[in-house]
């Protein structure tokens, strides 16, 4: 494949400034510079401070980025950058360099949709995607059921959040039991010691809600009922059995969300699920969502956790397909759209 598109991916729509080099389907490298520590005081994400370390951070990852794929910037068929969803000033720290790096550089600028990005990048971990695929995004923003007959030009939403986001769940009920942000890598490794013992509500799965948010998702409301578990035994004086309490919360996401997915193959009669964002990354959602599928007989496809959460080898895994395919460069004129669509795959 040494004539494959040689396309360079930049993300900064939230914390993690990340430059990836992918050459066709084949991914060389996979650079990124994190500000996370600077946001876990605040227990969130400050939208300045990322900012302000994606300004830092951009040129430094890129040079490291080409030293360690032994590329240079003169190689490049083409330049991809997430141009939204995510923080307005982070999106725009990248979208700024792709663009200045394609006009210096004479070649296409591809700006391509965070989450379309999630799902191609299994392309360079597992290989072509079948199409259609389902697709499942978990992170920190998004929560989405996604048909995807075609991750360059058509995603469809068959449902999403209708509050917090999975990856969100993660992070207030960690900060409910004292766990450092973002919250989802700590409750993975305390439900490791835990036990379900605790049975938390799974949202918009019985009932009329049900019929009415068939691939919707809600997790405002277990969230809450953690928060109410864990008040009920403070109050009392008890000790919060910390581990059991994350291996419960954990529990009840994850069924929820691999449940609603395979209903979502089967009525779609689709036989791969893809699973992307960073709750992916998640132990027991892994595992479950292997034994279900078996079960199933539907195959899954999840790439390493380290692809799953933000990353730039998955914008140029998507910007590489934008070549391959022959579909239309973006202008240089395109903004940073801090809301753009999941159906909108490309500016
Ligand atoms: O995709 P991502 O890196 O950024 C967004 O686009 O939002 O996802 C970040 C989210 C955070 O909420 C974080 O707590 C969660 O992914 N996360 C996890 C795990 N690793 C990251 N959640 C559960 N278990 C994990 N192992
Ligand atoms: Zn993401």
Known sequence: MADAPLVLGIETSCDETGVGIVR?????????????????????????????AHLEAMVPTI????????????????????????????????????KALALALGVPLHGVNHLASHVAVDIVEHGPLPEPTLAMLVSGGHSSLLLVPDVTHDVRSLGSTIDDAAGEAFDKVARVLGLPFPGGPHIDRMARDGRVVIDFPRGLTTGRDMERHRFDFSFSGLKTAVSRWVQAKEAAGE???????????????????????????????????QIGGGVAANSRLRAMAQERCDAAGIELRVPRPG???????????????????????????IPADSSMPVTEVSA
């Open 24 to 52: 066709g389907e084949t991914l060389l490298v996979d650079a990124i510079a994190s500000s996370v520590d600077e946001h876990a005081r605040f227990g969130g994400v400050v939208p300045e401070v990322a900012s302000r």
């Open 63 to 98: 040079e490291r980025a080409c030293t360690t794929a032994g590329v240079s910037l003169r190689d490049l068929d083409a330049v991809a950058v997430t141009a939204g969803p995510g923080l307005a000033g982070a999106l725009m720290v990248g979208v700024a360099s792709a």
């Open 307 to 333: 692809l799953c959460t933000d990353n730039g080898a998955m914008v140029a895994a998507l910007g590489a397909q934008m070549v391959l395919k022959g579909r239309p460069p973006s202008d240089l004129s």
């Open 239 to 273: 000790p919060v059995p910390v581990a059991d309490v994350a291996a419960s919360f954990q529990e009840a996401v994850t069924d929820v969300l691999t449940r609603k997915a395979i209903l979502a193959c089967r009525e779609h009669g689709v036989g791969h699920l």
